[in-house]
């Protein structure tokens, strides 16, 4: 069993930048990512990227949003820019190995951007 750990959320004015980290406690040979689930909304892709670097992003983030891993560490970065109050929702790391349908999640981090 994989534990996913999130790290780096907070409060940030519109505009500002955040880092969110998230630390696996095995090897992810496969895809890691973050999706966002803002209150009364279903929870959204924000960005994945695969143990060789391939990056996905939802529309809505490209160009502020950048996802980054090291897999010797095993963790995944979500480097956040230009925060906009529409990205607060609480974030959650995720992660699937290859040739496996089951997904990891973490906890949550919460990021709130105000106006």
């Known amino acids: 069993q994989v534990q996913l750990v999130e790290s780096g959320g907070g409060l940030v004015q519109a505009g500002g930048s955040l880092r969110l980290s998230c630390a696996a406690s095995g090897s992810i040979s496969g895809i890691m990512g973050w999706y966002r689930q803002a209150p009364g909304k279903q929870r959204e892709l924000v960005a994945t990227?695969?143990?060789?670097?391939?990056?996905n992003y939802a529309d809505s983030v490209k160009g502020r949003f950048t996802i980054s891993r090291d897999n010797a560490k095993n963790t995944v970065y979500l480097q956040i820019n230009s925060l906009k109050p529409e990205d607060t929702a609480v974030y959650y790391c995720?992660?699937?190995?290859?040739?496996?349908?089951?997904?990891?999640w973490g906890q949550g981090t919460q990021v709130t951007v105000s106006s």
């Open positions: 995720y992660a699937r190995r290859y040739f496996t349908s089951y997904a990891y």
């Open positions: 990227i695969t143990v060789g670097g391939v990056t």
